[in-house]
């Protein structure tokens, strides 16, 4: 009786004291991994990147956290890519961009693609990034809309401190900077890094230029209106000239001009002048790619043109003299371009090939959270 006693206390010890405590797995060690970001360029030439900033596989995913993350705004409602959506070649469908609170700003949403070849050159005149240039380079463009009032309105400091509550954003700072210690300074590199990665170079203009595929008529007439110089004396071979801005590869000079928008009296927006200072840049803001034009209404600055039937009213006959206007648009003041309903339909098909599906729809771009 005793014995069985004595099993029946031990067996009870058993159930509720003996055991050991469970065996804690445990955490995974969070180790730097400089593996490198090998972009894809394809058959553009390779872009100048920064040196003092290796893109890597950890980077480029930082970036892409931060360029979805909210907490970047005072309120924690509002991220880049609200204002930078994908399906709108990374601009958005607003006249002017609507920040924190629903506060609207004063320009257009930029389109954001290419910008590995849009690397400032100190000591020119141009290349600055915004539309009126104030940013001399992409990593320092990136931060300036977290502590703009009508934009995200929060200070750097507090980003820091709530990305810091994070441990994803710990545990990722530490694989791509082999720190983590979140700075404003990572923050800037990594959002470089990601925006680096949005390369658009497989329309049907590509394939066209790769040899892959032949342009409709109606594209080929459009593609030689676009590139043709225009002709106010010959108006049987005149093009629009639309190269003459929108060259290169990215349909883009980088460049700041001013397209005959307003006339000197009725210039709200003084673009680049309110950077450089000199009375020669009023009126000047940097020319867009046209790369995904089709999809990245409305259009201009300030977002005055609601689709592009309008813009090309604006070319044709629309354009304004004034004291800055450039030289080359001053045809069509004098003339306009005279351009033909079946001119305008064959403009609009071209401007169709430019438009890259796989990059509207890459996942790569998405939000990762």
């Known amino acids: 009786m005793r014995s069985r006693l004595l099993l029946g206390v031990c067996g009870l010890a058993t159930l509720v004291g003996c055991n050991p405590d469970p065996v804690q797995t445990p955490a995974t060690p969070v180790n730097y ?15 100048a990147l920064p040196e003092d900033n290796p893109m890597t596989e950890a980077g480029v995913h930082l970036g892409r956290m931060l360029f979805h993350e909210k ?13 930078h959506m994908q399906s709108y070649n990374f601009s958005d469908a607003a006249v002017f961009s609507v920040g924190i609170a629903g506060q ?72 791509a900077f082999d720190s983590e210690v979140i700075s ?9 890094q990601f925006l680096f990665t949005m390369v658009s170079n497989q329309s049907r203009y590509d394939q066209w230029l790769l040899g892959e595929l032949t342009l409709t008529e109606s594209e080929e007439r459009g593609r030689q209106l ?6 106010p004396f010959n108006q049987e071979v005149s093009g629009a000239d639309c190269a003459h801005c929108h060259s290169g590869l990215d349909f883009s000079s980088h460049q700041f001009g001013n397209n005959g928008l307003d006339a000197d009296a009725d210039m709200q927006d003084l673009g ?10 009023r009126g000047k803001f940097k020319t867009p790619s046209l790369r995904n034009v089709m999809v990245s209404a409305p259009y201009m600055h300030d977002g005055r043109f609601a689709d592009i039937d309008e813009v090309l009213d604006h070319y044709d006959h629309g354009v304004l003299s004034s004291s800055t206007l450039d ?35 890459n996942p ?6």
């Open 226 to 231: 676009f590139f043709d110089e225009f002709d």
């Open 272 to 281: 680049y002048l309110g950077v450089t200072g000199e009375d020669a840049d």
């Open 364 to 369: 790569a771009f998405s939000s990762p959270h």
């Open 33 to 47: 991994d400089p593996t490198p970001y090998a972009l894809e360029a394809g058959h553009f030439p390779p872009p």
């Open 184 to 192: 404003s300074d990572g923050m800037a590199k990594a959002l470089e």
């Open 71 to 83: 907490a970047l705004s005072g309120d924690n409602t509002q991220a880049c890519a609200d204002c």
């Open 104 to 175: 609207e700003g004063s320009r257009h949403s930029m389109v954001l693609s290419n910008l590995a070849w849009h690397v400032h050159h100190e000591g020119s005149h141009g290349h600055g990034f915004f539309w009126d240039g104030r940013a001399a380079s992409l990593r320092a463009q990136v931060l300036q809309p977290i502590e703009d009032a009508l934009e995200m309105d929060e200070s750097l400091e507090n980003v820091v401190v709530k990305l810091g509550a994070m441990q994803e954003y710990s545990d990722q700072f530490k694989r």
């Open 327 to 361: 030289p080359m648009m001053q045809y069509n003041v004098d003339y306009g371009l005279g351009l033909t309903a079946q001119d305008r339909a064959d403009l609009k098909a071209f401007l169709h090939t430019l438009t890259d599906t796989a990059f509207l729809e």
